[in-house]
């Protein structure tokens, strides 16, 4: 595809993005897809990510997992392969040109159809999170995608081609192996995942690895590095961000007081629970709520 065309292309999705965004009751909702449009930097929010593909068309974020710090923007893919509890900042958008993003939710059945009936490639390693410059073909069916939502009656019989077609370009670009590890790992993944979800569901409940290990079925040594691969950061360092954005939730709900909120997701020491909070957000609960208030 020649560079103008990419161009053309890319200028006729923005300008649709922000259309269909403007104006939800004239265009088909699509199953697993969904439009970002931001006018304006947003300081950083809590976000559980699933495993999901961003086309990122304009502006910039920046997403913090840990002590690891992602920036993406315009014309790059962002690939998350397992769910991730992290923080997101908008760092670049104003009202002439907002952050603009399509969001696509992996079908992970549809993915390993797709890898079946491809030419075999050898394994290589790919990050939890991946930044790839934005393949010109999937910009191009994205773009389509998009404009489906111009046409409920073709949207009904089209859409699931076009994002096969999507996942199909991301895997023969540079973005692949981070989709095919998503499939060669997925058993691996699924343990992982059972014990992320019994994580999500206990956050007031003290963890060990070792327990933790014994749930997703393998020794101590081998979870906690698959454990750091999956996610990018440890058993005790993900139960902590869990315990930390359902804190924030409660804080901005102002449903119960600061000691309430900790105790709720198993702080046993308040002033522990309080510099952890502002590490993680900046400010210190009761001082976060005025924020909400």
Known sequence: MEPCDSAAIEAELRERVVLAFNRPEEHALIGGVALHVTREPVAPVPTLFHPTLYVVLQGAKRLILGSRQIDYHGGQIVLMAVDLPALVEITQ???ETPYLAVELTIDRQVLGELIARMPARPPARAEPVSVHPLP????????RL???MALPADAHILAEGV??????RVLNSEGGDALLQMVRAEETLTRIGQVTDWMHSHLNTPISVENLALRAGMSVATFYRLFKDATGTTPAQYH????????RRLVALQSCNMFAVSEAVGY????QFSRDYKRAFGLAP????KRFG
């Not at 902590?240 to 804190?247: G, I, P, Q, S, T």
């Not at 046993?268 to 002033?271: L, V």
């Open 93 to 95: 958008a104003t009202e």
């Open 136 to 143: 010109p073909s999937a910009l191009s069916a994205t773009l």
């Open 146 to 148: 998009v404009q489906l």
């Open 163 to 168: 994002k096969r077609e999507i996942l199909y």
């Open 240 to 247: 902590k961000m869990l315990r930390l954005h359902e804190a």
């Open 268 to 271: 046993a020491s308040p002033a």
């Open 286 to 289: 009761s001082q976060d709520a």
